[in-house]
């Protein structure tokens, strides 16, 4: 029973961990131009890419609610539609890199398994904006997104 304790205890600690990894590399990225606000090259799903080796698929989602969660708090936009973009493309993202990696890990690399999250959260994203924000018109944010992403990627 004590070894089972340990065992949850250190995989505790090793989300913990990785979540403050997805914290730190957020505030890197925040600091980086971008071209465009909304376009960002991702630095944070870095953690998320190593716990599709290291972790269990429940943690992995785990995980990406911290990372949501702790970027809205730290970005201050918890309580706004931004989050809810980033919560969407996040988890977007997060299921389809868990999914590539469990059902074709023999056959893609991480770095596709990557690409396809990210096409996964631009997609997801861009069709929140149509529905949210821009209606119609978010088609045009939708191709140089789409190439941020598969670049990014």
């Known amino acids: 029973m004590a070894a089972s304790t340990r065992s949850i205890s250190e995989r505790t600690h090793l989300i913990a961990l990785l979540a403050a990894f997805c914290l730190?590399?957020?505030?890197?990225?925040?600091l980086i131009p971008k071209p465009v606000p909304f376009m960002r090259i991702g630095l944070?799903?870095?953690p998320v890419l190593v716990s599709l080796l290291i972790c269990k698929p429940r943690?992995?989602?785990?995980?990406?609610?911290?990372?949501?969660?702790g970027q809205g708090l730290v970005n201050g936009?918890?309580?706004?539609?931004?989050?809810?973009f980033s919560a969407a493309g996040s988890f977007?993202?997060?299921?389809?890199?868990?999914?590539a990696f469990l059902a074709f890990r023999r056959h893609l690399s991480l770095v596709g398994?990557?690409?396809l999250g990210?096409?996964?959260?631009?997609?997801?994203?861009?069709l929140m904006a149509r529905e949210i924000v821009?209606?119609?018109s978010a088609v045009l944010i939708g191709p140089p997104l789409l190439l941020m992403g598969a670049a990014s990627g």
Do not use: D, P
């Not at 936009?77 to 809810?84: C, G, H, N, Q």
């Open 44 to 46: 944070a799903n870095v």
């Open 118 to 126: 990210a096409l996964a959260s631009n997609l997801v994203q861009i």
């Open 59 to 69: 943690e992995v989602l785990l995980l990406i609610f911290l990372k949501v969660l």
């Open 24 to 30: 730190f590399l957020s505030m890197i990225e925040y």
């Open 77 to 84: 936009t918890l309580f706004s539609y931004i989050f809810l």
């Open 134 to 136: 821009f209606g119609r």
């Open 113 to 115: 398994v990557c690409m």
């Open 92 to 99: 977007a993202s997060g299921v389809v890199m868990l999914g």
